[in-house]
């Protein structure tokens, strides 16, 4: 039997029926933990047990503080139902109320030690419950806590064993004694540190990359966060920060904590030196860079700007850590020597790139990052989209206004090379797998775009255009922009058209215009290919921004597997001649000109 997850729309029904007064309310409440992932209390209510719960148990207040105050709550309510309410329920005294729960904790303690949700052996388990208590005999205790749905007994028949309901109550009394544990200075590194001896690259030879191993007590150690004083909870993430740098910041996030401005700056530090140490293994890189924007990414807050428009609106914008390239003649395209070289590479070397000529390039400004998520929301939230001033590329405004004919499309033009060149591109998917340069899904992906007709192209474009736009039908927002995996505020933003680009720079033009960080003459703009080419490769004619020598661990690529954007900076030898970092690999980025 599997419980599927409920989705929005099944969890705002299900609120408007069991507590309508507060439903709208609660939604509001899921929907921050959602997007701030404070309490992970969202992920909960998408299960249907954990959602009766969350609307019985959260009051005028709003939702518990952290998970750990929830389940305290509902664990009372659960004893509170079979001491008092329910027929034929245990009628325990307080005294044994309190035993109860000091020996699910020892179980709990007992059983996380060897292994996430552990089974027991029933005599195994009568044993635990009562080794730490005396007033509630071990079979009482067993029927109480499988009246409570805290323990699962089976089978009816011998053998007979005992684990936890779920693996979260287990985590939850396990966070008990972790915490008490803590309190006395007793050495739990064991606990946090990851096992990257568990750690494999890849189960086959297109799987993604695999995140860091995560330690059997990651959930307990959150729980215990949220279990103490704020004091006690900092000094618990500083504790873990030495050995588990993302975990530290769950701590101080999903504790639900008013953490001091101290500690964040600690844990930040930490995350970003992770981030930016090509020594720190890439996929701690790359938790540590998501666990950074979670908490607050300072390359990002540290470029926080405002001003005030028209009337008493202010705008918020953050503006590019911008790197000097100076002006002067470079080699732009490729010679002959160096097409050779980048064939030993297995780079694809196109026509558009020879000759090699000498370009003269006055001196300009590039952010050193792409525009991230957070920058470019920040343009949205400001009314970016509606504001026609910003949208003065030919055609930007039809194409904003009303969706062009699927013929005028950039897929449609695609799919017409792809269908006239198929006898000669087919047969080369099967060696270009081989040599590394696209994954079998991708190839698997081409072959199917091939064989489609133009009307099931058409409906997918469709469907494409229609998750860009409002109901009005303009142009609203990037294209997966409502999917989480993409829209991290330290990631490049991605799914943004040409026009939408030009947009944005038309945009922080206004805004930097009205700081006064730049004057009336200067603008913001998308660079020119040769622009482009030069704060990537210098003046040395470098093939790639840290020389002419490919390595796959020095760029988001597909050799690497991360097979999603990754924050900016997470691969730090990426750095043009410059310093413009990521401009290989990880995300395609918009010229001014034609490429």
């Not at 943004?496 to 603008?523: D, F, H, P, Q």
Request: aromatic share 10%; proline share 5%; glycine share 6%.
């Amino acid at each position: 039997l599997t419980i599927h997850e409920m989705d929005d729309e099944r969890i705002r029904k299900f609120l408007n029926k069991r507590a309508p007064e507060r439903a709208e309310a609660l939604w509001e409440a899921l929907k921050k933990d959602r997007e701030e992932e404070y309490g992970r209390m969202y992920e909960l209510a998408q299960i249907p047990f954990w959602l009766v719960m969350i609307s019985s148990l959260s009051g005028k207040d709003g939702l518990p503080r952290n998970r750990a105050s929830l389940l305290d709550r509902s664990i009372d309510k659960w004893l509170d139902y079979e001491r008092h309410v329910r027929i034929g329920g245990l009628k325990i005294n307080d005294d044994q109320c309190d035993a109860f729960k000091e020996a699910m904790i020892h179980l709990a303690w007992t059983g996380l030690s060897r292994s996430q949700n552990y089974t027991f052996e029933i005599g195994e388990a009568r044993k635990f419950l009562g080794a730490r208590q005396t007033l509630l005999d071990a079979d009482i205790a067993i029927q109480l806590a499988q009246d409570c749905n805290l323990l699962l007994v089976e089978p009816p028949d011998k053998p007979v064993k005992a684990r936890f309901h779920h693996q979260l109550l287990q985590e939850y009394f396990a966070a008990h004694e972790l915490a008490e544990r803590f309190l006395r200075r007793k050495n739990l590194t064991r606990l946090w540190k990851i096992p990257w001896r568990d750690w494999k690259f890849v189960k086959s030879e297109w799987d993604p990359l695999p995140p860091p191993p995560q330690t059997d007590w990651a959930e307990a150690v959150v729980l215990a966060a949220g279990r103490l004083d704020a004091e006690q909870a900092e000094k618990l993430a500083l504790t873990i920060l030495q050995d588990n740098p993302p975990l530290a910041a769950r701590c101080i996030l999903e504790s639900g904590m008013k953490a001091g401005d101290a500690i964040i700056e600690k844990v930040t530090a930490r995350l970003l030196a992770d981030v930016e140490n090509h020594g720190v293994r890439l996929p701690a890189r790359l938790a540590a860079g998501k666990m950074l924007a979670k908490l607050g990414d300072p390359r990002l807050s540290k470029q926080r700007g405002e001003v005030q428009l028209a009337g008493d609106e202010k705008v918020t914008f953050l503006a590019p850590d911008w790197v000097n390239v100076p002006a002067g003649s470079f080699q732009m395209g490729t010679n002959a020597l160096q097409a050779r070289l980048l064939q030993l590479q297995r780079a694809d070397v196109t026509s558009d790139e020879q000759p090699a000529h000498i370009v003269q390039v006055s001196a300009f400004k590039m952010a050193r990052f792409p525009v991230t998520v957070a920058e470019y929301r920040c343009f949205m939230e400001a009314d970016g989209y509606e504001n026609d001033a910003y949208w003065k590329e030919e055609n930007s405004l039809r194409w904003r206004n009303a969706t062009l004919p699927f013929e005028e499309s950039y897929a449609a033009a695609q799919f017409r090379l792809y269908k006239e060149n198929a006898e000669q591109f087919l047969p080369q998917l099967d060696a270009l797998v081989r040599q590394g340069r696209i994954s079998q899904p991708q190839a698997e992906a081409f072959r199917i775009l091939v064989k489609s007709s133009d009307d099931e192209i058409r409906e997918q474009w469709e469907e494409n255009e229609k998750s860009k736009r409002g109901s009005s039908g303009t142009v609203a927002r990037p294209w997966l922009w409502d999917n989480q995996q993409y829209t991290v505020d330290n990631q490049p933003v991605i799914g943004v058209s040409w026009y939408e680009a030009c947009a944005y720079a038309a945009w922080l033009t206004e805004m930097l215009r009205k700081e006064g960080a730049i004057s009336e003459r200067e603008e913001i703009r998308l660079p020119t290919e040769a622009e482009w080419e030069k704060a990537a490769r210098g003046t040395s004619g470098r093939l790639w921004t840290w020389g002419n020598l490919w390595n796959a661990s020095y760029a988001n690529s597909l050799e690497g597997r991360v097979t999603q954007p990754s924050s900016i900076g997470a691969y730090p030898r990426n750095k043009s001649p410059y310093g413009v970092e990521d401009m290989i690999g990880n995300v395609w980025e918009w010229c001014l000109d034609w490429y």
